[in-house]
C-alpha cells in the first residue's frame, strides 16, 4: 500500500498530487487483478459478440450492433467503476489497508477522487478494446456523438465510483461481495444497460428510466446512435452522482 506524498519540509503535498499518487497505485492494482479484470473487460466482450450473433433479445429499432455498442460499453462502466470498485474497496477496508490511508491527508474526497481517476485509466483500455471489437462487427458510430459519450462516460464514472465507496464503505467485506455482485446482474438484465429499457416491460421501463444504469446507457446511446445529447438521461447519471458523492463522503468507513 502506499500513502499521499509528503512534502521534504513534513508537510502533505498539495491535494492535486495526493491524488494522482492515490490514482496511479490503485490503477495498478486493478490491471494486476485477473479478477477484475474478467469482469471489467472479458465479460462485456463476450456480451457484445452474444449480442452480435443473435437475434434476441430484442433491441428495438436500428442497426443492432450500432444498438449494442453503447450498452456494452455502458456495462463496462458499471463493472470497472462499480463492481470491481466496491469489492476490492471492500476487501481492502477489511485488511485494515484503508486504515493507513485515514490517517493520511489523502480523506474521503480525495480517495473518491483517485478512485474515479484509476477507474477511467482501465476505462480507456475497455473503450480500446471494445470499440476496436464492435468496429470489426460492423459497428459505425456517429462521429458528431463522440464527444458527447466522452461526457457521459466520464460523469457516469464518477457516479458509480461513489455508488461503490458508499456500499463498500458502509458493509463488511462478504456482503459488499455478494450486493455488488446481485446488483451488477439486476442492472444487466432489468437495468436498461444492454437491453434499451424501451425494450423493457412498461412497469420495468419507467423504474430503469430512473437509474443511473438506463441514464448513462441511454446517453450512449443517443450520442453514437444519433449523434445528440441527452440532458435528461445526463441529468439522471449527475443527480445519482452527487447524491452518492455526498452520502459516501460522509458515511465512508475506513474500518471495517
Known amino acids: 500500500m ?17 491524488v494522482l499518487a492515490q490514482a496511479r497505485f490503485e490503477a495498478g492494482s486493478l490491471l494486476r487483478n485477473g479478477e477484475q479484470l474478467l ?3 472479458l465479460l462485456p466482450a463476450m456480451v457484445l459478440v452474444g449480442l452480435a450473433y443473435t437475434s434476441t433479445p430484442s433491441l428495438g429499432p436500428g442497426n443492432r450492433i450500432d444498438v449494442a455498442v453503447p450498452g456494452v460499453l455502458a456495462l463496462c462502466v458499471i463493472s470497472a467503476a462499480f463492481t470491481s470498485q466496491a469489492i476490492a474497496t471492500g476487501f481492502d477496508r477489511r485488511y485494515a489497508v484503508l486504515r493507513y490511508l485515514g490517517v493520511t491527508p489523502l480523506g474521503r474526497g480525495g480517495l473518491i477522487a483517485a478512485k474515479a481517476i ?12 471494445i470499440a476496436a471489437l464492435g ?4 459497428w459505425r458510430p456517429e462521429p ?35 450486493v455488488a455482485n446481485l ?19 412498461q412497469g420495468l421501463s419507467h423504474v430503469a428510466a430512473l437509474l443511473p444504469s438506463a441514464g448513462l446507457a441511454d446517453g450512449l446511446r443517443s450520442a453514437l446512435v444519433d449523434g445528440s445529447l441527452n440532458l435528461p ?23 471495517d
Open 233 to 255: 438521461a445526463l441529468g439522471i447519471v449527475v443527480l445519482w452522482g452527487a447524491v452518492a458523492s455526498v452520502l459516501a463522503a460522509r458515511w465512508f468507513r475506513f474500518d
Open 39 to 41: 469482469v471489467s473487460l
Open 118 to 129: 484509476a477507474t477511467l485509466v482501465v476505462e480507456l483500455i475497455q473503450v480500446v478494446v
Open 183 to 201: 446488483i451488477w446482474v439486476v442492472l444487466l438484465v432489468l437495468g436498461g444497460v444492454v437491453v434499451p429499457r424501451t425494450e423493457l416491460p
Open 144 to 178: 458528431a456523438g463522440i464527444p458527447y459519450a466522452v461526457l457521459f462516460l466520464v460523469v457516469g464514472t464518477w457516479a458509480f465510483v461513489s455508488l461503490a465507496l458508499l456500499l463498500a464503505g458502509t458493509l463488511r467485506a462478504e456482503a459488499v461481495l455478494a
Open 2 to 18: 502506499t500513502s499521499a506524498p509528503v512534502a521534504t519540509s513534513g508537510r502533505a503535498a498539495p491535494p492535486r498530487q495526493r
Open 135 to 138: 468496429l470489426a462487427l460492423g
